[in-house]
């Protein structure tokens, strides 16, 4: 069976056209039957009004201290245009980016290899991948984060080879400042493009030195001009609170109840009338009361974080919730988060040395990637409050599914050079 498969599948996938057409067709077909197993075509959560409140602010010119802009006034926008359908216009948004980035991870992958197994193989594993599409119906940044971190890395990715031309630059640039703007978590990886772009310059395969210097000069200026906002708004030099908030939650423990802080409940309705609760924390205090409990309870806030990692271990990776998931098995699709602790802890060490060796090709994208998985980890423990390790960490995904293509073109390149030189001492 296996044998057939081989012969039959490179003739019916003999281009990357044919490829990217069937992986896109089928994930097209999954994600459309799966919406029909949610009776609204949608997922709401406590988040989704905050979104919709702040693009409110925003859209006014105003600046919302829990929020970053870019997904209130998407949310705000496909409101003014799309009335009562709003929550639906997004879910088809998060969907269409979505199937659109399925064509960057194949291009990517095909920049490090030309074997359409090894091509066909981590684009299917993100593309067909069932917590995908549900991460596609929350009405969260979770989606668009993820689409656009592959964009980003694709972008990464023709840096490193030497194929940067002045515009993927400057896309580079941008991106990673929509996806900071989209969800703060997505400032740990600020440092990553920093880096490339300064050690491609170091082994020179990047050409423009002067178009990455004003691309991170300019997006820098826009990324301070709005701390500088922040700061004049709410006296603090950032640009969200949700990082203080999470600190908040994680420092008061059992002690929550007795803190002085103000909950206020509102009521907000949207698209069809749904109405949707959320709660506020007081802006003026929640900072103070963040430190002054970190200072007092910093044993209990080191104890709360191991726990939260031990408890990680058990959970699965990527973040599966809806009971058509669990119905469709998409248990299977997932490992626990163990197992990638334990695999990055293995392949980190076995890379620097290859490294050193100098016995493996590839070895900055490989590098890359395991260090998009290792700084999404621990970005995500140190500002979550809830244990949601497996959603928060959800940008990292992309970079596993590609992990496994470039691991196993690089099995195949050693096996065939060893089989070269046996080969050549047999003859000799």
């Not at 990673?176 to 703060?184: D, G, M, S, Y």
């Not at 907000?268 to 949707?276: E, F, K, P």
């Amino acid at each position: 069976m296996i044998k057939r498969l081989k012969e039959i599948l490179p003739t019916i996938l003999r281009s990357d056209f044919e490829n990217i057409l069937f992986i896109v067709g089928v994930a097209i077909y999954w994600s459309l039957h799966w919406i029909k197993f949610i009776a609204m075509g949608f997922i709401t959560s406590s988040d989704t009004s905050t979104y919709f409140a702040a693009g409110e602010l925003f859209a006014n010119g105003g600046i919302d201290y829990l929020r970053t802009p870019i997904y209130p006034l998407i949310c705000h926008i496909m409101h003014h245009y799309f009335g009562e359908y709003v929550l639906e216009s997004l879910t088809a948004l998060h969907l269409i980016v979505f199937y659109i980035s399925i064509i960057f991870l194949h291009r990517t992958i095909s920049l490090f290899t030309d074997k359409w197994a090894f091509k066909f193989i981590p684009t299917a594993l993100y593309a067909w991948s069932i917590p995908i599409f549900e991460m596609c119906l929350y009405i969260m940044t979770e989606s668009l984060s993820i689409s656009g971190m592959v964009i980003l890395i694709y972008c990464m990715s023709r840096i490193i080879v030497g194929k940067a031309g002045r515009g993927t630059i400057w896309s580079a640039a941008l991106i990673l400042l929509f996806l900071v703007f989209l969800r703060p978590f997505n400032v740990c990886f600020i440092p990553i493009l920093v880096l490339i772009m300064y050690f491609s310059h170091r082994k020179g395969s990047l050409k423009h030195l002067k178009s990455a210097i004003i691309s991170l000069s300019a997006t820098s200026v826009v990324f301070f001009s709005y701390c500088l906002w922040f700061f004049n708004t709410y006296g603090i030099f950032g640009f969200s609170y949700v990082s203080t908030l999470n600190l908040f939650m994680i420092s008061c423990g059992d002690q929550i109840s007795e803190l002085p802080y103000n909950e206020l409940t509102e009521e907000v309705q949207i698209g069809h009338g749904r109405d949707i609760y959320w709660v506020w924390f007081d802006k003026e205090n929640c900072v103070a009361e963040a430190k002054k409990n970190l200072k007092e309870h910093t044993a209990h806030f080191v104890k709360g974080k191991i726990i939260l990692i031990g408890k990680s271990c058990f959970k699965i990776f990527p973040h599966v919730k809806t009971w058509p998931a669990f119905h469709y098995s998409a248990i299977f699709q997932c490992v626990t988060m163990n197992i990638i602790f334990i695999a990055l802890m293995v392949l980190i060490p076995f890379e620097l040395w290859l490294w050193i060796r100098k016995r493996r090709r590839l070895v900055p994208i490989i590098a890359l990637h395991l260090l998009i998985c290792c700084l999404s980890i621990a970005t995500t423990i140190v500002g979550s409050s809830n244990g949601e390790i497996e959603r928060l960490s959800m940008p990292m995904f992309p970079s596993l599914c590609l992990l496994v293509g470039l691991l196993a073109e690089q099995t195949n390149f050693r096996l065939q050079e060893s089989a070269v030189q046996q080969s050549q001492q047999f003859c000799n």
